[in-house]
């Protein structure tokens, strides 16, 4: 079949799994370029310019957005390309990459990967849902999209420690966070609001997922579909330390879906409050509880 080129831009996170694979973005420039596609490949010296830059090149015109790095990258190409013609494609390359596997994209093996990108460029992009976030101290003057998971407990305390510790470096930080933030470990009283129904409860973990999976491979929600038009809100009840750090192993491989403290909840829109919490979706930050939720069918077409 003949190839139909392509203008594609290729945004490429130099630090992806620690700087260690460097090599994946100019290999997939590389073998765009050799199957008759045009590559404009954009590598910045940090996030906050590679997005102003990887925008700035897709609204100059491009058939496609490719993003060479983990969730955050996916995450960065989400917010460009939301609710556009435009299609994400994901060679993954960082140390989580969850929306890449959910999406059935090969994510430790980057040739496959990239066979799988360019296959995908030749026929029509499968198209999925995204999530929204209405945040801010107006609890509503910022919108960020998120593909896979809103994290609003441990998952997330933990995360927002890490980010702030400057030592060690590497993903031993987050271990170090973890240990830190279990030994305070406690059950907090969210109120939330799901499709207008009030819900109050004490929970240790909520997260609103569209994805399985998050954090590199914690199947939190086994279940979810990418393109089923609904959340699943992923609760957990509060339970002892030794029981929690008992759990984790079964959410790795999806084995705590039956347990006592463990909820689940199809919706569309969620309202989550807590005091002291911090959000993250997808991985990266997103600010201090209340957030509010939609999610929005169809948003995001992906070369999958």
């Not at 765009?32 to 590679?50: C, F, Q, S």
């Not at 190409?77 to 060679?91: K, S, Y």
């Not at 030592?167 to 031993?172: K, Y």
């Not at 030994?183 to 909520?206: F, N």
């Amino acid at each position: 079949m003949p190839v139909s080129p392509r203008t594609v831009v290729v945004a490429v996170n130099p630090m992806a799994s620690f700087g260690r694979r460097r090599e994946v973005g100019p290999r997939v420039v590389e073998r765009l370029r050799a199957a008759g596609h045009t590559a404009v490949a954009v590598d910045e010296a940090n996030i906050e310019l590679l997005r102003r830059e990887t925008a700035r090149a897709v609204a100059a015109g491009a058939h496609a957005l490719v993003v060479v790095g983990g969730d955050g990258m996916a995450n960065l190409g989400i917010n460009i390309v939301a609710q556009t013609d435009i299609p994400l494609g994901i060679v993954p390359s960082g140390t989580g990459n969850d929306l890449a596997d959910g999406l059935g994209i090969p994510t430790d093996d980057s040739e496959a990967a990239i066979d799988l990108l360019l296959t995908a460029l030749q026929r029509a992009p499968r198209v999925i849902d995204a999530g929204l976030v209405r945040h801010g101290e107006l609890h509503a003057e910022l919108t960020t999209w998120f593909g896979c998971v809103l994290s609003a407990g441990f998952d997330a305390t933990v995360n927002e420690r890490a980010n702030l510790m400057t030592r060690p470096r590497g993903r031993s930080r987050y271990v170090f966070a973890l240990l830190r933030e279990l030994a305070t470990l406690h059950a907090r009283p969210y109120r939330i609001m799901v499709d207008g129904e009030q819900l109050a409860t004490d929970a240790m973990l909520v997260s609103v997922a569209n994805n399985r999976s998050l954090g590199g491979g914690m199947r939190i929600v086994p279940h979810a579909e990418l393109d089923d038009g609904r959340f699943d809100l992923f609760i957990v009840t509060a339970m002892s330390r030794l029981r929690f750090l008992r759990l984790f192993p079964k959410v790795f491989r999806g084995e705590h879906t039956g347990l006592r403290e463990v909820s689940f909840r199809a919706l569309s829109t969620v309202r989550i409050d807590a005091d002291g919490v911090i959000a993250y979706a997808d991985g990266e930050r997103i600010g201090p509880l209340p957030v509010e939720v939609a999610i929005v069918p169809g948003a995001l077409r992906v070369l999958a």
